[in-house]
């Protein structure tokens, strides 16, 4: 029976490996830990030793062999490599995957190499350790295929910097092979002597793990958390027992050599040791083995997600139906094609779907597409998007319905089965796509604002169902030059609005690393910020048991149109609580003043404070310009008996009034006369003198 060829590249798992502190504890007594090194042995503050993470290799190596078809008498373990990303935690669930990455002929009865590579995670996804192994299959060679390269000889000829001894025990597999190796060869005395020795021989991983415990305890003593790389080959075979002494070569900085010999005989049992440590690298945001779709990847913002994404190892499904802006003309298979082509033009992983999101049909295959390709979906960017804009009395319902049915209906009817195998997975990070339109208002698009808007109420609700799955939610509110902008942003910032700029948010969100979930943020040219809800403090009117007047209301508007104290609501409950317990006691003085006076405060006061009975005739645009710690720029129009106050500078202002912010909060609150702050310089005033007399007529705080 030969190799079987065709098994190089299937995936190999997952395999889910669920486990208590014992488990990590039993390994290290079989590798020999004890009271010297009680940090491995004890489930106060326990630390993991990192070579637990072969423990994995007990679940893969058997669908490893059956796939290969190797054949199992001649099997033995060539070399070994760990790969260490993140500590193992002392308890939870190791999930592993990966495939056979090659095989390797050293002739017609010289055997042949196969190598496999997995990475394991834990249940929320964050990757632990990639560990490569190569089998060395002595009954399988002369099949055809290419020989190994040579590896040059790079062990250090000079005595080594550091001799560790240990004596296993003379039961140590005993122990050992309840982590997961129970071949016989290493318990059964008749088993090892059929296959030429005198007894059970170690584990040749036993002895890796005491290499391991000695490297650390050597190099980064009380840190294993510091170990970053371990590679090895096996050489020779050890009876329980015998002593030995793991050699260590110091290398470069964070990096040795070591090697274990006999201690008495000398014989080389594991050689060719790398072991490499220090702190972590700043963790690169990587996708390897996850899957993401992304609607409406054939151009702008989707197409730069998706080729993002797959740089960095993700496996995309690049949705798109290729229509035209406003989301009429044929579909057309090209974009997404087209997109699917350059990603693999570097060597990236992606499928095309062409379907719709605004079906639920359409939903359910581009979904399935990402489950026939990946077997899984771990990251949905909802993206697709068109334009049919319209002032609102000219809003048709065909124009209202199509862009609800894209942005709105096109995120649920995906997100829904993709949300089912995220709860599946326990994993899963969504990004939901609104716009500024929809978070501020824009003129001419009541249709795609109303959509954008309902994209984050999705979000909010999707954020709490989510998160005992692992599922995290963000949106964003993208700004970027793309074929839905051409016609609306100015050329010149259309070149330095390139989408390129908001992928950094998109894929950060996409990520293990991201924590956050629920959140808006607006996204461009570089710049990002969050975007929130945010509640005023409100006041009650009456002691909540007399119905209040629409009169009070009208009263004590300032009030309840204050934003000062303002805060977020993590749910409906969270508001409603607070909505019960009313608002915070205020400081300062009582109502009619002006309370924990601020210049912001002053302003959002104007319009209530404004004596329109005394407007009459009064045409003007005051520019308040006030200076230092909370000041800034307001100006108050006061035209046909009503007062607009709005933040920033207006063109051409009647009259303009600088002040410090200090010295204009005592003007306002009456303890700085206006002639006095005038006289004095503290009140500037330019343009029309005359109408800035108005000012102490128009407004009474
Ligand atoms: P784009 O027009 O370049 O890309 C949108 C893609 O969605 C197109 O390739 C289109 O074929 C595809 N699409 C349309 N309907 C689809 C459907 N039913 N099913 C599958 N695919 C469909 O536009 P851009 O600018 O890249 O927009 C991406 C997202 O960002 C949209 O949701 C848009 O509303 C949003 N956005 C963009 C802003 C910008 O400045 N470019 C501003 C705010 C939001």
Known sequence: MALNLDSLGKKIGPFTKEYTWKDPVLYALGVGAGFSDLDYCYEKDLK????????????????????????????????????????IPPEGALITAGAITQFYDKGPGKGALIVAEFDTRTASGQKLFTSRVTVFARLDGGFGGEDAPRTPAFMPERPPDYEIPATPSPDQPLIYRLSGDTFA??????????????????????????????LIGQLIPGAPEKARRMFNRFRSPLL???????????????????????????????????????????????????????????????????????????????????????GSGAASASPADRVVEEIKAFGGEAVASYDSVSTPEGGEAIVNRALEAFGRVDILINNAGILRDKTFLK?????????????????????????????????????????????????????????KMGLVGLMNTVKLEGE?????????????????????????????????FVAPLVLYLSSEQCPVSGAIYNAGRGYFNRAAVVSGPGVMLTDGQTV????????????????????????????LGAMLAGPEPQSGPAPGGIPQITVAAVFERMPQAFQAEKAAGVDVVFQFRIAGEGGGDWAAAVKDAVCTVTPG?????????????????????????????????????????????????????
Not at 59 to 81: K, R
Not at 407 to 426: C, I, Q, S, W
Request: glycine content about 10%; charged content about 25%; hydrophobic content about 40%.
């Open 185 to 214: 060869l290493h318990v059964d005395a008749e088993f090892a002597r059929m296959a030429g020795f005198s007894s059970p021989i170690m584990h040749g991983l036993c002895t890796h793990g005491y290499a391991c415990r000695a």
């Open 240 to 326: 329980p027992g015998r002593p030995i002494k793991t050699l260590i070569w110091k290398g470069d900085e964070g990096q040795a050599f070591w090697r274990v010999v006999q201690a008495d005989t000398g014989e080389i049992i594991i050689d060719n040791g790398i072991f490499e440590y220090g702190d972590a690298p700043k963790e690169e945001i990587r996708f390897d083995g996850r899957a993401a779709i992304v609607t409406g990847a054939g151009a702008g913002l989707g197409r730069v997600y998706a080729l993002e994404l797959a740089k960095r190892g993700a496996r995309v499904v690049v949705n798109d139906l290729g229509g035209a802006r406003d």
């Open 468 to 500: 005992k799955y692992g599922v995290k939610v963000n949106t964003i509110a993208p700004i970027a030059a793309t074929r839905l902008t051409e016609d609306i942003l100015p050329p010149d910032l259309f070149e330095q609005l390139k989408p390129e």
């Open 649 to 701: 500078l207006q063109e051409k202002p009647t009259t303009t009034i600088k002040m410090a912010a200090e010295d204009f909060l005592n003007l306002m609150s009456g303890k700085l006369p206006a002639m006095q702050a005038y006289t004095s310089g503290k009140l500037k005033i330019e343009g029309d003198l005359l109408k800035s007399q108005l000012i102490e007529k128009l407004f009474k705080f």
């Open 48 to 87: 993991v030793l990192p070579s637990y993470g072969i423990v994995t290799l007990y679940d893969f190596m058997p669908d490893l062999a059956a796939l290969s078809n190797v054949n199992l008498a001649g099997i033995l373990h060539g070399e070994q490599e760990l790969i260490f990303h993140n500590p």
């Open 395 to 451: 809003m048709d319902p065909p124009d209202w319905k199509a862009v609800l049915a894209v942005h709105l209906d096109g995120a649920f009817y995906v997100t829904r089965p993709a949300f089912r195998n995220m709860k599946e997975n326990k994993y899963g990070r969504i990004i939901m796509t609104t716009s500024a339109a929809g978070l501020y208002g824009n003129f001419g698009q009541t249709n795609y604002s109303a959509a």
């Open 548 to 575: 209040p007047s629409p009169e009070m209301v009208a009263d004590r508007l300032t009030d309840v149109l204050r934003m000062e104290g303002a805060r977020e609501f993590y749910n409906a409950t969270e508001a």
